[in-house]
């Protein structure tokens, strides 16, 4: 199935036709098969699939953290196929911003220190009234000289979120972002999401396993054996229905 969305192809993130082969010969295997979709700015979209559906797989290439074996990425008109390693670096470091499920702070660095440090490696100069507005923008006022022992989970998760977003990156990638936090933890963190989204013109891309997660996504792409099977958009966005979804397809890759 292939999906795309009506935007200029001059922003977002474009996949056409991306393969990403792991391996040679007998031992290769195949997690992406010929993937072709838009993110358009603006929008949030969730990737769901069973497990080896090739989720991740989709959001690294999509990111520029892996190379596809085959096809075409861009992001905002750029195509990642064309840049070498360092040219690839700098694109992700103004455009792309990326968000896991294990936080990945600095333990020995502040809330302020993390969301400052891209900026940094960039050779960029923090400045503190930016860094605190980071922090601020998501809900952590005065809590910028904390180092990540002596925060929550969640506001953990937070803070890589304002470090994702201090470079006011064209992409937001996030995988699990709330596969670490407790039930009413995650809620804070997704209407967080939402509001980037819809406030901001944020364009979020998020691998999820959570139904409910999902439900707060303008479209759900679902995937099985490294291609998207299904889609769904507007109504049809609800946890119970996508927790069918994939129910169906879990049950299909256990054939």
């Given at each position: 199935?292939t999906t795309?969305?009506?935007?200029?192809?001059?922003?977002?993130?474009t996949?056409?036709?991306?393969r990403?082969?792991y391996?040679s010969g007998?031992?290769?295997?195949?997690?992406?098969?010929?993937?072709?979709?838009?993110?358009?700015?603006?929008?949030?979209?969730?990737?769901?699939?069973?497990?080896?559906?090739?989720?991740?797989?989709l959001?690294?290439?999509?990111?520029?953290?892996?190379?596809?074996?085959?096809g075409t990425?861009?992001?905002d008109?750029?195509?990642?196929?064309?840049?070498?390693?360092t040219?690839?670096?700098v694109l992700?470091?103004?455009?792309?911003?990326?968000?896991?499920?294990?936080?990945?702070?600095?333990?020995?660095l502040?809330?302020?220190?993390?969301?400052?440090?891209?900026l940094?490696l960039?050779?960029?100069?923090?400045?503190?009234?930016?860094v605190?507005?980071a922090?601020?923008?998501?809900?952590?006022?005065?809590?910028?000289?904390?180092?990540?022992s002596?925060?929550?989970?969640?506001e953990?998760?937070r803070v890589?979120?304002?470090?994702?977003?201090?470079?006011?990156?064209?992409v937001?990638?996030?995988?699990?972002?709330?596969?670490?936090?407790?039930?009413?933890?995650?809620?804070?963190?997704?209407?967080?999401?939402?509001d980037?989204?819809?406030?901001q013109?944020?364009t979020?891309?998020?691998?999820?396993?959570?139904?409910?997660?999902?439900?707060?996504?303008?479209?759900?792409l679902?995937?099985?054996?490294?291609?998207?099977?299904?889609?769904?958009?507007?109504?049809?966005?609800d946890?119970?229905?996508?927790?069918?979804?994939?129910?169906?397809?879990?049950?299909?890759a256990g054939c």
């Open positions: 199935m795309t969305t009506e935007t200029s192809t001059e922003r977002g993130v996949l056409r036709s991306v990403k082969v391996g007998a031992r290769a295997v195949t997690a992406l098969d010929g993937v072709t979709t838009d993110f358009a700015p603006g929008t949030f979209t969730a990737v769901m699939g069973p497990s080896g559906s090739g989720k991740s797989t959001l690294h290439c999509a990111a520029g953290l892996d190379r596809p074996t085959e990425v861009r992001i008109g750029t195509d990642l196929g064309t840049l070498d390693e040219g690839l670096t992700r470091r103004g455009r792309v911003g990326f968000v896991f499920q294990a936080f990945n702070l600095v333990s020995a502040t809330a302020e220190q993390n969301v400052a440090l891209p940094r960039a050779g960029r100069p923090a400045d503190p009234v930016e605190r507005a922090l601020a923008e998501v809900g952590l006022t005065g809590r910028g000289g904390h180092r990540p002596q925060l929550s989970g969640g953990q998760q890589a979120i304002a470090r994702a977003l201090i470079a006011r990156p064209s937001l990638f996030a995988d699990e972002p709330t596969g670490a936090l407790d039930t009413t933890t995650s809620r804070t963190v997704l209407r967080l999401l939402r980037l989204v819809d406030h013109r944020q979020l891309v998020m691998v999820t396993h959570d139904p409910v997660a999902a439900s707060y996504a303008d479209r759900v679902f995937l099985a054996d490294g291609r998207v099977v299904e889609e769904a958009v507007g109504a049809d966005i946890a119970a229905s996508i927790a069918s979804r994939m129910a169906g397809l879990e049950e299909g």
